[in-house]
């Protein structure tokens, strides 16, 4: 789609069971185009679960509400009455010690309009720095908190909300991340902080820990590192959640719109 980032995969239908040809050809493209976009594919909760399963161990969410009876399958359903909050650049779930390798997110319910989301190539972002912005970067760890992205004022609303939060976070500690990360298979390094859970850069002081984050996350957000995706009704999206950043627009209250992610366990980030 864009010379760094997307790519449209036709012709395969993914509510059968794949061959593991067809698997890794698609991690293939994965690899290479950071996002992959698949239309009309209305697969199930439990064909969609299949389907992640594929690619590795299946991630289930300590706080997003999930599927009936599928754990694996996150339910995001938003509207006035649970209004989008992911409206900022983050890569999903990096507060744990391996953090996803990738997302499957199916669109089951949009607004008339609105609602799209842009993914964004770290490598390109990281390929776009100078030489010495680079090795400033090139050692520093950073930390990276739930508690950042799921504060209490929206996460812990009830008593049952608030004991659930406090279990996840606890859970989940702070964990500590490379901020430029290599990607396990392509080689390829790219940048590792993000808006959403970044709280802090580890070697540096606060003021020049903020300025270096404040860079980087506005830097991997620059437009030619981009691609915006406007969904139709089951379309499936599968990113690489290693080297990729996504946004989601909130322009469309008061209509709803409903998503099913299913989350793929990676491996823990190394320089
Ligand atoms: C996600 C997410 C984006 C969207 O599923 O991790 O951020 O467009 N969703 O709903
Ligand atoms: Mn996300």
Redesign the pocket.
């Known amino acids: 789609m864009t010379p760094s980032i997307g790519a449209v995969v036709s012709d395969i239908d993914l509510c059968k069971q794949l061959t593991s040809t067809q698997c890794s050809e698609i991690l293939a493209l994965l690899v290479e185009h950071h996002v992959l976009f698949f239309e009309n594919q209305p697969v199930t909760p439990h064909q969609h679960r299949d389907l992640a399963a594929n690619f590795g161990a299946l991630h289930v969410h300590p706080v997003y509400p999930h599927v009936s009876d599928v754990a694996e399958i996150?339910i995001?359903d938003t509207s006035v009455d649970n209004p989008?909050d992911?409206d900022s650049w983050?890569t999903?779930v990096p507060f744990i010690e391996s953090p996803p390798m990738g997302?499957l997110?199916s669109a089951r319910e949009l607004p008339p309009s609105g609602?799209d989301?842009m993914w964004t190539s770290c490598a390109a972002a990281y390929d776009a720095l100078d030489d010495e912005y680079k090795s400033l970067i090139e050692n520093l760890t950073a930390e990276h908190d739930i508690a950042k992205a799921f504060p209490e004022s929206r996460y812990g609303k009830t008593p049952e909300a608030q004991a659930q939060l406090a279990a996840a976070r606890q859970k989940n500690p702070p964990m500590i991340h490379p901020v430029v990360r290599t990607h396990p298979v392509s080689g390829k390094r790219g940048i590792y902080v993000n808006d959403n859970f970044t709280t802090r850069i580890i070697e540096l002081g606060p003021d020049k820990g903020a300025e270096v984050l404040q860079f980087l996350t506005s830097h991997v957000a620059r437009p030619e590192f981009r691609v915006r995706w406007e969904?139709k009704q089951y379309d499936l999206a599968f990113w690489d959640n290693r080297l990729t950043q996504?946004f989601?627009f909130a322009d469309y209250l008061p209509h709803r719109?409903v998503?099913h992610?299913a989350t793929i366990l990676g491996d823990k980030p190394f320089r």
């Open positions: 996150i995001l989008p992911n983050h999903d997302c997110l609602g989301t969904w996504h989601a719109r998503m992610r």
